[in-house]
């Protein structure tokens, strides 16, 4: 399995960017991928998931109304809508993929499969 990210980089607060993540190796259509962020000294925070079979979504109360996932099952490609973008979203952003877990609020450690990761920078 492997993930790809891309669409990272610099924006003004109040701004959009839209991350993408394609996976490839998946033998099933049944897996669900996530998108977690990292800032500098904090854990990673989920802030957004996805099935891939049935479009279920979950995203936390911190970007609910902001972030939107999406998915194109066939090109196999997840996306992440990011709107009204603050400060406190700069971070680096990783999609994960595992096969057994639903559409909901689960920790890092749940998943098994991890992209390489892309930078999120909110700053005026």
């Known amino acids: 399995v492997q993930l790809v990210e891309s669409g990272g980089g610099y924006v003004q607060p109040g701004g959009s960017l839209r991350l993408s993540c394609a996976a490839s190796?998946?033998?099933?259509?049944?897996?669900?991928i996530g998108w977690f962020r990292q800032a500098p000294g904090k854990a990673r925070e989920e802030v957004a998931c996805?099935?891939?079979?049935?479009?279920?979504?979950y995203y936390p109360d911190s970007v609910k109304g902001r972030f939107t996932a999406s998915r194109d099952s066939a090109r196999k490609v997840v996306y992440l809508q990011m709107n009204s973008l603050k400060p406190e979203d700069t971070a680096v952003y990783y999609c994960?993929?595992?096969?057994?877990?639903?559409?909901?609020?689960?920790?890092?450690?749940?998943?098994?499969?991890w992209g390489q990761g892309t930078q999120v920078t909110v700053s005026s």
């Open positions: 994960a993929a595992d096969p057994s877990l639903v559409a909901a609020a689960s920790a890092a450690r749940d998943y098994d499969y």
């Open positions: 190796g998946f033998i099933s259509e049944h897996y669900v």
């Open positions: 996805i099935s891939n079979s049935d479009g279920t979504r």
